[in-house]
């Protein structure tokens, strides 16, 4: 079975209230001395079922990348591919330049460097005895549905899932869904979306873990130097 890892890792990052290129971007700032992409792609350097791991960038970040992962001398093919002004535009064109002979694809956001090899393995496993899967938690907080300001309803917790990723698919059936959505002109969140409106196949959900965090605002660098330092000391 042959895993390809998409790395999405194109956007401005304008959350962190930063939009200049380069180290300026999230998926480039510095967590203890190393680039949280890079942080990101170690974990995929761990894992035996990944082939390989390709990083959809901006055209101005790609040869400055490439050098990035030239001096972590990664034990698999790491390559990088242009992205586009959207994760959705990214991961379409990292999809487009895989191979026919790749099983499953696994989509994972460049910012959450602290997934485990361990989830990784466990979330493409179930993908491949279903065909879709991802990671996702269940709400500790009450979640209340509204508009403008007004509650309309509380959602029952058992029913719902904070999706995270990875989110894995079989190749087919993942460009299968990008298509589709290229001729609805529709634009998905996340990957699980696409699939979901194909209703060819369920989505299973592997339990995921607080830990894998999307790095996103400038508090969120504080919890994450906090868990770097944790696998640290475990290693």
Same mark, same amino acid.
């Given at each position: +079975?042959? %895993?390809? /890892? ?9 959350? +962190? ?17 190393? =680039? ?13 079922? %990944? ?10 970040? +790609? @040869? ?6 030239? !001096?972590?001398? =990664? ?15 990214? %991961?379409?064109? $990292? ?15 460049? /910012? ?10 466990? %979330?493409?496993?179930?993908? #491949?005895?279903?065909? $879709? ?7 500790? @907080? ?18 719902? /899932?904070?999706?995270?990723? =990875? !989110? /894995? ?11 589709? #959505? ?27 873990? *607080? ?8 508090? *969120?660098?504080?919890? #994450? ?11």
């Amino acid at each position: +079975m042959k %895993v390809s /890892v998409i790395l999405p890792a194109a956007g401005l990052g304008t959350r +962190m209230g930063r939009e200049k290129s380069g180290t300026s971007r999230k998926q480039f700032m510095l967590l203890e001395g190393a =680039p949280i992409l890079v942080h990101t792609i170690r974990k995929f350097l761990q894992c035996p079922s %990944v082939s390989e791991i390709i990083v959809a960038l901006r055209a101005e970040d +790609m @040869d400055w990348a490439r050098n990035l992962i030239e !001096q972590e001398k =990664p034990s698999k093919p790491v390559r990088v591919v242009e992205g586009g002004e959207t994760r959705h535009q990214s %991961v379409e064109n $990292a999809l487009a330049s895989l191979s026919a002979d790749i099983d499953l694809v696994a989509v994972h956001d460049a /910012v959450r460097p602290f997934v485990t090899p361990e989830l990784v393995e466990q %979330v493409i496993a179930e993908a #491949a005895k279903t065909g $879709a899967a991802i990671v996702g938690i269940v709400p500790v @907080d009450t979640v209340k549905q509204v508009h403008k300001t007004k509650i309309r309803s509380t959602l029952p917790r058992e029913h719902l /899932v904070l999706a995270q990723t =990875p !989110q /894995v698919f079989r190749l087919n059936l993942l460009k299968e869904a990008f298509a589709t #959505a290229r001729s609805d002109t529709f634009t998905g969140t996340d990957e699980s979306s696409l699939v979901e409106r194909l209703e060819k196949v369920e989505v299973t959900v592997v339990q995921g873990s *607080d830990r894998n965090i999307k790095i996103t605002k400038p508090t *969120d660098m504080e919890l #994450a130097r906090l868990f770097l330092s944790r696998e640290t000391v475990a290693k």
